[in-house]
């Protein structure tokens, strides 16, 4: 009888019947080395009523855990839900981007919006008074002419169609200034003192 018991008991050790325990591995949950965070690195001046595409490189997201959602908030409303911006901006627009990672965790950043006014063409009746751009279909040049009323320096800004800064130069008079641009369609921004004119050229 001895000799039973003892085998019923070894067979219940060996198949781990007998004080025995259940072992559930749980994995916990990611944790990211660095904490979530966007910044804006978009900063240029944009001119009012033309398209503009904000993509990965108008902003920086680091840390968190990837992969990240996005959220475009224009004017308090929801106009993205991609990594990338299409928008027109307008004087006065609010723009802002959050960001959440894989954990919940978020972050926004603000824009900065610097957007020109796209005016008419100068009123020839009193053209000596605004400063000209012209002409509207070029090659390589492109005329400045700022009237003599115009004091100070002139701030020369080009734009591609997507609202990006191509070239910067500043002006002291009238000028004829070589742009050696590819085809396409661009915005240029004359500023001095009080008064800012942009203009569309088309480059053939």
């Known amino acids: 009888m001895k000799n039973i018991y003892l085998i019923i008991l070894s067979t219940l050790i060996l198949c781990g019947n007998l004080f025995g325990q259940t072992v559930v591995r749980m994995n916990m949950p990611q944790q990211a080395d660095n904490k979530l965070n966007i910044v804006s690195l978009f900063d240029d001046e944009i001119p009012e009523g033309i398209p503009v595409i904000l993509g990965v490189m108008g902003y920086n997201v680091n840390g ?10 224009l004017n308090g409303q929801t ?3 991609n990594d990338i911006l299409t928008f027109t901006p307008n004087k006065g627009d609010n723009l802002s981007l959050n960001v959440k990672d894989d954990a919940g965790c978020l972050a926004s950043t603000s824009f900065n919006l610097k957007v020109a006014r796209l005016d008419p063409p100068p009123d020839l009746n009193n053209i000596e008074q605004n400063i000209e751009i012209y002409p509207t279909v070029v090659s390589n040049y492109v005329n400045v002419k700022i009237p003599e009323s115009k004091n100070g320096k002139t701030t020369i800004k080009i734009f591609d169609i997507g609202g990006e800064l191509i070239k910067s130069k500043q002006i002291s008079e009238s000028k004829t200034i070589n742009i050696k641009l590819n085809p396409g369609v661009y915005f240029i921004s004359a500023e001095v003192n009080s008064t800012h004119v942009v203009r569309k050229i088309i480059v053939k």
């Open 79 to 81: 106009a993205s839900t």
């Open 64 to 73: 968190g855990i990837m992969p990240y959602s996005f959220e475009w908030k």
